[in-house]
């Protein structure tokens, strides 16, 4: 009885929101410049297109559990991994205090004066 509503109610919404990860995954991925993925020393943007990509079609047509698996493996390692150190060589370093450019980690560099 438990695994009935489970399949009809839980399951399809866990597909969804692995499909809507992949797909926002895959945008970031896109919009992302190709030179700020070889600066972050990352993987190149055509690699992370090609695997965000199947991840997407996977998830919308075939439903095969074990796919979708590795595909929201994927889509947590770039936004976990990948999507922040792009952020951080394209100058999104995620300053919400208002910082000046010329702010270290450790407040503003003055050039040894």
């Known amino acids: 009885m438990l695994m009935n509503g489970f399949d009809t109610r839980v399951l399809p919404l866990l597909g969804y929101a692995m499909l809507g990860l992949a797909v926002a995954a895959f945008v970031v991925?896109?919009?992302?410049?190709?030179?700020?993925?070889?600066?972050?020393?990352?993987?190149?943007?055509?690699?992370w297109l090609v695997i965000l990509g199947v991840t997407v079609l996977v998830d919308f047509f075939l439903g095969m559990l074990f796919l979708e698996i590795a595909g929201l493996v994927a889509s947590i390692v770039f936004f976990v991994?990948?999507?922040?150190?792009?952020?951080?060589?394209?100058?999104?370093?995620?300053?919400?205090?208002?910082?000046?450019?010329?702010?270290g980690p450790y407040g503003p560099y003055n050039g040894g004066r």
């Open 29 to 47: 991925a896109l919009l992302a410049r190709e030179d700020a993925y070889r600066a972050a020393d990352k993987q190149t943007k055509t690699f």
């Open 81 to 103: 991994d990948v999507r922040p150190a792009l952020k951080q060589v394209s100058g999104g370093g995620g300053r919400r205090s208002g910082g000046s450019s010329s702010d």
